[in-house]
């Protein structure tokens, strides 16, 4: 059975460790707050400015004045704080982010990421993505495995402009959890209840199997 958005962020979350400072970008990747460990701290920074970000607010609960990037109502933990956005990005190009986490529209099996612009699609701009992916060390891409149209988003090379080159490490889909490495994807975990024939036929580019391929575990 395919997972939906909540248990990507679920699985992505397996992957923050304790003392991290994580950056979390808009869509798939916001929700991983919900879902990491209580028995460990973890710093959650958004590039308009805040670091120490808590879980989605309850309905009923939002405060207008508090926002990620994605103009989500956000929360704050005890001792957030707040700066501008040169502070903000002070610390992506300083690498003292330590797992940057993201959404994609395709990556392709080098690791170069297209998350930003679809030719003829109107769009503000690329904000911060592109001093994430050039930044940091350490980026996991959380996306669906394919398109609406059905067709794959892990590519041999991607179609659309690209936000970074080389930079993936680790993608989450709706199917699979697949590593970048030797310029193609490796196949690590698969969702329950999806074989590896339908990960295999949902991929686009060059696919490593390895004799046993291990169930997601949350």
Same mark, same amino acid.
């Given at each position: 059975?395919?997972? *939906? @958005?909540?248990?990507?962020? &679920? ?8 003392? =991290? ?7 798939? !990747?916001?929700?991983?707050?919900? /879902?990491?460990?209580? *028995? ?10 805040? +670091?120490?970000?808590?879980? /989605?607010? =309850? ?11 994605? @103009?989500?109502?956000?929360?704050? #933990? !005890? ?37 930003? @612009? ?13 001093? #994430? ?15 609406? %149209?059905? %067709?794959?988003?892990? #590519?041999?090379?991607? $179609?659309?402009? #690209? ?5 993936? @490490? ?5 199917? %699979? ?9 490796? +196949? ?11 990960? &295999?036929?949902?991929?686009?580019? *060059?696919?490593?199997?390895?004799? $046993?391929?291990?169930?997601? &575990? /949350?």
């Amino acid at each position: 059975m395919a997972l *939906d @958005k909540n248990q990507i962020a &679920q699985r992505i979350a397996r992957e923050v460790k304790d003392g =991290y400072y994580v950056n979390l970008g808009i869509g798939i !990747p916001t929700l991983v707050a919900n /879902f990491v460990r209580n *028995d460990i701290e973890v710093e959650f920074q958004s590039e308009n400015g805040v +670091l120490g970000m808590g879980p /989605f607010p =309850y309905e009923g609960e939002e405060d207008p004045d508090l926002i990620n990037a994605g @103009k989500q109502t956000i929360t704050a #933990l !005890p001792g957030a704080s707040f700066f501008d956005s040169a502070m903000s990005f002070s610390m992506i190009r300083g690498q003292h982010v330590d797992l940057t986490i993201l959404g994609a529209m395709e990556v392709a099996q080098n690791g170069d990421i297209a998350n930003w @612009k679809i030719p003829g699609k109107m769009v503000k701009g690329m904000g911060g993505a592109m001093d #994430l992916v050039a930044s940091a060390e350490n980026i996991i891409v959380a996306m669906m495995h394919t398109n609406k %149209a059905g %067709a794959s988003k892990l #590519l041999s090379e991607c $179609s659309l402009p #690209l936000t970074g080159v080389n930079c993936v @490490k680790k993608i989450v889909t709706n199917l %699979a959890v697949l590593e970048v490495r030797e310029n193609k994807f490796h +196949l690590m975990e698969r969702a329950p209840g999806v074989s590896v024939e339908e990960i &295999q036929a949902a991929t686009a580019g *060059d696919l490593v199997i390895p004799a $046993s391929v291990p169930e997601m &575990q /949350f």
